[in-house]
């Protein structure tokens, strides 16, 4: 989950390409996001379906969640739940699960924040690097706990088994980048015979020791999973994927969990300093795989 910890990491990995391993000042910094930002591409989808999108309010117990709905223009389709990173529902996400509709599914990216603002909760170009933007969504983040997951899941599964571009015959799947990672694990246990596959994207603490830890839900879930790993997360806690792999092997839940090779946390998103289109590629080809089989 992004820290002090793995920001070391993504700054000195900064720092090295763009400036010979010079020290970057918070400007150069600022300069460096917005760039990204507004050079983001993601690859085009091969036989793209056209496809509706809208910003929708989704009733939950504790509020209105802003989030953004985009499906295929026409009929009933598999249901996604996305779960954005510690930086919340913005430009690159909206992409993201436009891009995901395209493919053939029903997608909702959620405002995890929504408790404390409506998105996007952080500027165009800002970056967890900047002091200022972490002042804004650590205080948020540490709003939301075990019982927030599960309650913010139940209300988004529900609000998707009333839309008429959902096809409620087939499973549900959800993926989750960063802190979205434990939300994940937490929504195919919110509501397990719905749920059909998860996939968690350099996601923080799902195996720890802690008594609420993620991976102790497992027993209690029926989706199939994906675990993709960011090497400088490995490399803190290598303990972590020998919890999660015994567990589904426990469990008897199909899971493939990977340490991806030279990413860095947060290399998925296009707007990501980290940002490593390779891999991320070929992270995403690995969930539309999960979900093309398991969402039946």
Not at 181 to 200: F, S
Not at 242 to 266: C, F, K, Q, W
Request: hydrophobic residues 40%; glycine residues 8%; proline residues 6%.
């Amino acid at each position: 989950m992004c820290d002090l910890d793995t920001q070391r990491d993504v700054d000195a990995f900064v720092s090295e390409q763009i400036d010979g391993g010079k020290d970057l000042s918070r400007r150069d910094f600022g300069k460096i996001s917005m760039a990204v930002t507004v050079g983001m591409l993601l690859p085009p989808v091969s036989n793209a379906q056209a496809v509706t999108e809208s910003d929708v309010r989704v009733e939950t117990p504790d509020g209105i969640a802003d989030c953004y709905f985009v499906h295929p223009a026409s009929g009933e389709h598999p249901a996604v739940i996305v779960w954005p990173d510690i930086l919340g529902l913005r430009p690159a996400f909206r992409q993201m699960g436009k891009r995901l509709a395209q493919s053939g599914f029903s997608v909702l990216v959620v405002n995890p924040f929504y408790r404390d603002a409506v998105s996007p909760v952080v500027g165009e170009g800002a970056s967890f690097s900047q002091p200022e933007t972490r002042a804004i969504v650590l205080p948020m983040a540490r709003n939301l706990n075990a019982e927030t997951h599960f309650s913010d899941a139940r209300a988004m599964i529900s609000y998707l088994d009333q839309q008429a571009a959902v096809d409620t015959t087939r499973l549900v799947g959800t993926i989750g980048y960063c802190m979205g990672g434990p939300m994940v694990m937490r929504t195919v246990a919110a509501v397990p015979e719905r749920m059909g596959a998860g996939g968690t994207f350099h996601g923080g603490g799902l195996a720890t020791e802690a008594e609420n830890s993620p991976h102790r839900l497992i027993p209690e879930t029926q989706a199939s999973m994906l675990h993709c790993i960011a090497a400088n997360d490995d490399e803190s806690s290598p303990e972590a994927k020998g919890m999660l792999r015994e567990a589904y092997a426990d469990s008897n839940i199909p899971a493939e969990i990977e340490v991806y090779r030279d990413t860095l946390h947060g290399w998925c998103p296009p707007d990501s300093l980290v940002y490593n289109e390779i891999q991320a590629e070929r992270a995403w080809s690995r969930m539309l795989n999960l979900f093309e089989n398991a969402l039946a």
